[in-house]
């Protein structure tokens, strides 16, 4: 079974920054893809940033794209989300998600993702 916990939310005024961690257990984390992403109450979840098993490939949804990086240490089994320049509307709780996969392709969609954390809030106040 694979545990992911996040970390590194908080409260943050616009423009600021963050940086979510999250944290895996279990052996196979090198094969694994992950993924940002967030939920308002009410609310869909919705993608914020994925990456492939090898580092080598990113995505980022349109909304956080040149402000957001997600990046992995595998030496570390974790994966960071660094979120620069931060709006009030991205309050939500953000999650990271992983499945077991070596296919280039990263994962977008909450479908593809079999192990969730628990979830961290972020909140950015005006």
């Known amino acids: 079974q694979v545990q992911l916990v996040e970390s590194g939310g908080g409260l943050v005024q616009a423009g600021g920054s963050l940086r979510l961690s999250c944290a895996a257990s279990?052996?196979?984390?090198?094969?694994?893809?992950l993924g940002w992403f967030r939920q308002d109450p009410g609310k869909e979840r919705e993608f914020v940033a994925a990456?492939?098993?090898?580092?080598?490939?990113?995505y980022y949804a349109d909304s956080v794209k040149d402000r957001f990086t997600i990046s992995r240490d595998n030496a570390k089994n974790t994966v960071y989300l660094q979120m620069n320049s931060l709006k009030p509307e991205e309050t939500a709780v953000y999650y990271c998600?992983?499945?077991?996969?070596?296919?280039?392709?990263?994962?977008?969609?909450?479908?593809?993702?079999?192990?969730w954390g628990q979830g961290t809030q972020v909140t950015v106040s005006s």
């Open positions: 998600a992983a499945t077991i996969s070596i296919h280039t392709r990263v994962k977008i969609t909450t479908g593809e993702y079999d192990y």
């Open positions: 990456i492939n098993w090898s580092g080598g490939r990113t």
């Open positions: 279990g052996r196979s984390f090198s094969m694994f893809a």
